[in-house]
């Protein structure tokens, strides 16, 4: 063999070798599961300048970098492989509102808790309704196993022996042999540890003992200490093992067993891994309790700043969290993949790092460094108090320290994650999170959609104070808005009373008095839109034959003597069949008090047939009107007696018209049932957003929900039984008492 024979032969072997390779590495990829593993790491109360991952950042152009941060190796290396999120906000500027709205994808707002971001202190019935689809239980239609780890805090219903939520201030009523009632494992989780709400003593009253799914981790209720400082000082329920510095590691302890459970299965996993650090977790014998080491790593005393000066007990406890984090990668790094041999679970993770708010520490009304220089912190309007850090890594997808300046909200995550992992959602699941999963993968491609933030503790503004964002112009509102019927004279408004642009004033600094300019005007009525509709995505449902195609649940009124109906137009030229109202009422068994908060226990009763069937009590007159002058003029009208006319559908009765009603595109409607105080019937009260907003027909514009007191139909209220409401509320109402049917075309 020559040598030049020997060569071509030796360059075809190499050749041949690394096809072989070549083609081995593409088959490993190519086999790789299309379904990432998801975890979601979110932080307590840490703002932007909380790490090192910002260091050098500009968190929008025409703003100076970030020149000082706490030193967070972890998180700051973990960013350098991944995307960082300059516009990236919680839903709200306080701790429960945004968990709520991270897990169901609505806004919080739309719960009980309507005047402040965290639930308030002893008994708090669960946030997250059954009737609610979970981020957590999404995931599972999807094959996925579920944990959480850490902190709760959307409330939960502890059994009290006879298999009732206890209610005493301090649980001394709870029965700790028995199973919580209500928690995480009954919204989807299959695992959960930690702890129901925040931990600090003089702050919240829960016990101080860690749940495992739905069971109490010590039950023995005479050899538990009573804790507690100030006012409730031996008045708390703990573990007497409890120690608060032990949180943290008894967290990554929790969360790196479950991943490694995950090395030995078949199924893509989700951890909701939520730690207490570094809320401040006040105790006997200091403000903030942290642990002397944490995975080996001392902790205590060991925090600084990037300029070198170092720092305190709080800021330890954020490097608490960054070490736990460097913890948890490590884990994924050197844990085997067995959805893909030769791979390790990093591999195809989709890791997330945030916070649920902006920082605890710092002016209320100020630029802070631990905001990253932004104005305020945790509880208010502000930038600070809701602008968080959010990192994500996905290999081979998001990675190599891209910077993504498209604004994000944590309510997204539920629609973006579904669409990650090829699940369609329905029109009743996570009205208000907005997929963005193309604006993940392309950075540049600006992302023009609303974004909405609520919550607001304290002064300049009032508790239910708004905003919305809209590119980089930002609106503030407040005055009865989220909660219209609590303070005379402001019920129902939206008082626009900040209004900038970021772009211009990314510090928000200077005295404030929107004008009446087309820009606040048009934002004011996209807020109004959002909040009355009861979603913010598009909702994809059918043209079909029902004007509500889902009822949703809704507090409910009986105190009402006139008609309640809605005014409305079509988008085209339809055939009207039948007349109906929502039919609810269990003779047996009473519905739950006007404005009631909803639970398990007393829920909306939908109508039902059988044996003991819910049925009408009184005569209704619905009426379809249409209007083309300042009377509306009657069309036809049916009674609904006492009984079972008609048609049952879901928890609509409709009757038949005796002739089919032809309507028009572009011609203002009115559809109206009467109604009387104490007739035993209920219907639909729009002002209350405790529960799920109707799905209405696509092809219908619904301008106003209207009161008629004593048929007066040439006097009409715009808020049903609420006279004194400001009249801007009324616009995008959600239907309310009756509904109509249309005759489906062979096209649709």
Known sequence: MTPSTKTFTA?????????????????????????????????????????????????????????????????????????????????????????????????????????????????????????????????????????????????????????????????????????????????????????????????????????????????????????????????????????????????????????????KGQAPFFLYYVPTANHLQQNPSGPYAVPETIAGTPIKGKSGYTDGSKGGEREDMVLENDVAFGALLKTLRETDDPRSPGHKLIDNTLVIFTSDNGPNVGDNNAPNQESGGLRGKKAKIWEGGHRVPFILYWKGNFEGGQINRN??????????????????????????????????????????????????????????????????RKLIAQGGLARPWTESGTKGASESIVFLDLSKNPYEEGDFSPSGSTEVRKLTKELLRIHNQGHSRPLAVPNGGNLILDDGWHNLRNDLTGSVGYEFELLNDRVTTHLGMWDDHDRERPVRS??????????????????????????????????????????????????????????FRYLKLGQEIQMQKGIRYLVTMTTKAGDGDHFHDPVAYDGLSPVINPGVRIIRNLLFRNENIGQALAIPSFADLHSEFSAFRIPVGPTIRFKTSPLE
């Open 11 to 263: 360059l075809a072997l190499l050749f041949l070798q690394g096809f072989v390779l070549l083609t081995l590495w593409l088959g490993t990829v190519s086999a790789q599961p299309k379904k990432p593993n998801v975890i979601i790491f979110m932080a307590d109360d840490m703002g932007i300048g909380d790490t090192s991952a910002y260091l050098g950042v500009r968190l929008m152009p025409n703003t100076k970098a970030i020149a000082k941060t706490l030193k967070t190796p972890n998180i700051e290396m973990f960013a350098r492989q991944s995307m960082i999120f300059t516009d990236a906000h919680a839903p709200a500027s306080m701790c429960s509102s945004t968990r709520y709205s991270l897990l169901t994808g609505r806004l919080s707002h739309r719960s009980y808790l309507k005047k402040q971001g965290w639930l308030p202190h002893g008994p708090n019935p669960p946030m997250i309704h059954r009737a609610l689809t979970t981020l957590p239980e999404m995931l599972k239609r999807s094959g996925y196993v579920t944990a959480a780890i850490g902190k709760y805090h959307v409330g939960m219903d502890f059994d009290d022996g006879h298999g009732e939520p206890a209610d005493e201030f301090d649980f001394q009523d709870v029965d700790f042999t028995k199973p919580i009632l209500d928690g995480p494992t009954h919204h989807g989780f299959d695992e959960f540890f930690g702890v129901p709400g925040n931990t600090e003593d003089p702050l919240d009253t829960e016990p101080r003992i860690y749940l495992r799914n739905d069971r109490w981790t010590f039950s023995e209720r005479s050899k538990m200490k009573l804790i507690g400082m100030k006012h409730r000082e031996g008045r708390i329920l703990a573990d007497p093992d409890w120690d608060l510095a032990q949180l943290g590691p008894d967290f990554l302890r929790e969360a790196t067993a479950f991943v490694k459970r995950q090395g």
């Open 407 to 472: 604004l994000f909200s944590l309510t997204d995550l539920f629609a973006t994650l579904a669409r990650t992992v090829g699940e369609e959602l329905s029109p009743t699941e996570a009205q208000d999170s907005l997929d963005s999963l193309a604006h993940w993968k392309e950075p540049g491609k600006s992302d023009p959609r609303t974004r909405y933030f609520f919550c607001h503790l304290g002064p300049p503004y009032e508790n239910d104070a708004i905003a919305i964002r809209k590119d980089s």
């Open 594 to 651: 006007a404005r009631g908060i909803p639970t398990e226990n007393e829920r909306d009763q939908p109508s039902r047939t059988g044996k003991k069937p819910r049925t009408l009590k009184s005569p209704h007159l619905i009426t379809l009107w249409e209007i083309r002058g300042k009377i509306p003029k009657q069309i036809t009208r049916v009674e609904m007696k006492p009984g079972s006319p008609g048609e049952l559908d879901g928890e």
